[in-house]
């Protein structure tokens, strides 16, 4: 057994570490770990080159930039702040947990790509929870706007992530599926997927609890005496 | 007919654009990256083709335009382009056109869960509209044109206004796009170079093998820990299943294998949560949400992600060895 292409995971582990810019570090770490593992630099170079086409599926969301960058030139954003502003049942938390059930039953049945960071969040999702988050404490600021917008995308990534194992036909499921058959465990998709709902359901609710439990910790603050004048 | 392919020809025009407004604007190192970028999008196909009759030097070239990448993204500084219209002129906007503003930002949604669900079954002229594979994909691509065109008519702003917003959008983000690609091809250079097998090595020396609840326990947290590294759980499973899922979990303490592989993959998907190496979930969000700390979108999941895995281990270790 060859340990030395372990040093690639190394690299990795140090460059985030010291917060390198990972783009270099992660294409340092594939030449360390192919070097070490004996191959020649033309084959290394055409796997890296082959291997990173192969993947060009995963630069997909910019395309959504040209018509969300247009969006948000003729307001958007501030539209749909106008309009959650307006809606006075629809809080923070109502907004958030609903998203996250839209998203997790989409991923269920497979629609993993209808929304997204770039599809949804950025130019809705994030510009309403914004509004929502000013009704409960007026004097959100900045510090307070990105901590919102990594709540909306941690919400989003959870919906998508504790759905997407549910469904029969998709990656995870076939991967389970495919390694048992390969070493003779004969095993259905349903029967696989079926033992994902539990998790579901606890993810679910976890995340849901963590949405109130931060909608409550804005109100606390609203409700404590102000520390700064301008709210 | 409509082909994946012609998402990636639309990405790669759309960068070689945004390399040639930078140079016009006099950032040489933004242009150089994008236009090397565009490139490899434009190229892929060509590359994939060559190598597959086994020419392998388009491939050698694109590797070498990987390193390429890697060498000029230190010198990108992230910028943000002012924006282009004042908060003013934003809010007067948004208060003329009023709901309008949403149905171009819903049809995104909306034409690729059409697509979808009935893409199949466009047919025209006896041809199928939608290429099988990579279907919701290319409808994404589809529903993100039709998007623009809409977005353009209904904000009376010509359509080459989008291709500069978007593209400010994508100086903005810089080269964090790019990492979810190449965490996926050093994920295909670890798998050649036998790192998976290495570390699985490593873990079945030190095994706890007598008691069934350890090795589970070291089951689940060798499938977060080894998600963490990789950056993905699907790298993980196999390598976690082969190494002690398999041999000691199922065959020696009897364990049920569809529970033990589902939520054991999915101990992995928490730990997808916990790692910048999940860049496409965690690094590219960041960045698109324009938030100062890289680490944010992972700092408001981390305790989701534990509380999660804590009660999908506590599940697993009740049902699955029944």
């Known amino acids: ?231 | 007919m409509l082909r994946i392919e012609h998402a990636y020809w639309l990405i790669a025009a759309f960068l070689l654009y945004s390399g040639w407004r930078n140079l016009r604007d006099g950032h040489g190192w933004h242009a150089a990256f994008w236009t090397v970028l565009g490139l490899l999008f434009g190229a892929g196909d060509f590359i994939l083709a060559q190598s597959a009759a086994g020419h392998a030097l388009p491939a050698q070239v694109a590797g070498a335009g990987v390193i390429a990448l890697a060498l000029l993204a230190p010198r990108l500084k992230r910028m943000a382009h002012p924006e282009s219209s004042s908060a003013e002129q934003r809010l007067q906007s948004a208060i003329r056109l009023g709901h309008k503003l949403l149905v171009p930002a819903l049809l995104i949604p909306l034409v690729t869960l059409l697509v979808a669900l009935f893409g199949a079954h466009v047919v025209i002229g006896g041809q199928a509209l939608f290429a099988a594979p990579q279907m919701t994909l290319t409808g994404l691509a589809l529903a993100c044109v039709v998007a623009l065109f809409a977005a353009s008519v209904i904000a009376r702003t010509p359509m080459h206004e989008g291709a500069a917003e978007g593209r400010r959008l994508l100086d903005a983000i810089g080269w964090a796009a790019l990492l979810p690609l190449l965490l996926a091809a050093l994920g295909q250079v670890f798998t050649r170079s036998g790192v998976g097998a290495a570390i699985a090595a490593i873990a079945t020396d030190f095994l706890p093998t007598g008691n069934a609840t350890a090795a589970l326990l070291t089951f689940a947290l060798g499938m977060v820990l080894f998600t963490v590294i990789m950056g993905n759980a699907f790298a993980a499973f196999p390598v976690m299943m082969a190494g002690i899922g398999l041999p000691l979990l199922i065959h020696q303490h009897g364990a049920h294998p569809a529970i033990l592989g589902s939520m054991g993959m999915l101990c992995g998907y928490c730990g997808t949560l916990l790692t910048p190496m999940a860049a496409d979930f965690n690094l590219v969000p960041a960045a698109l949400l324009e938030l100062r700390n890289p680490y944010g979108v992972i700092k408001a999941q981390a305790w989701s992600a534990l509380w999660i895995f804590i009660s999908t281990f506590v599940l697993m270790w009740l049902l699955v060895f029944r």
Not at chain 1, 162 to 177: H, T, Y
């Open chain 1, 1 to 231: 057994m060859n340990y030395w292409p372990l040093l690639g995971v190394a690299v990795i582990v140090i460059g985030f570490a010291l917060r390198f810019n990972a783009v270099p570090v992660v294409v340092t770490a594939a030449l360390v770990s192919g070097l070490l593992a004996g191959l020649s630099v033309p084959d290394l170079l055409a796997l890296l080159g082959n291997s990173f086409v192969s993947a060009r599926m995963l630069l997909l969301f910019v395309l959504t930039l040209p018509a969300i960058g247009l969006l948000e030139h003729a307001g958007l954003r501030e539209h749909a702040q106008r309009w959650m502003a307006r809606m006075q049942s629809l809080t923070l938390a109502r907004l958030l947990i609903g998203y996250l059930l839209l998203r997790q039953l989409l991923a269920t049945v497979g629609l993993t790509g209808v929304a997204g960071p770039a599809q949804t969040v950025r130019p809705l999702l994030a510009p309403m929870g914004e509004a929502a988050a000013e009704k409960i404490l007026p004097g959100f600021d900045e510090a307070d706007r990105e901590e919102l917008r990594a709540v909306a995308a941690a919400t989003d990534n959870i919906g998508r992530f504790f759905g997407e194992d549910v469904f029969i036909a998709l990656g995870a499921v076939l991967l389970i599926q495919g390694f048992y058959s390969q070493h003779g465990i004969e095993l259905s998709p349903l029967a696989i997927a079926l033992w994902a709902l539990p998790t579901a359901i606890a993810a679910f609710a976890i995340q849901s609890v963590r949405i109130w439990l931060y909608q409550r910790r804005l109100q606390r603050r609203a409700a404590a005496p102000r520390h700064r004048q301008d709210a």
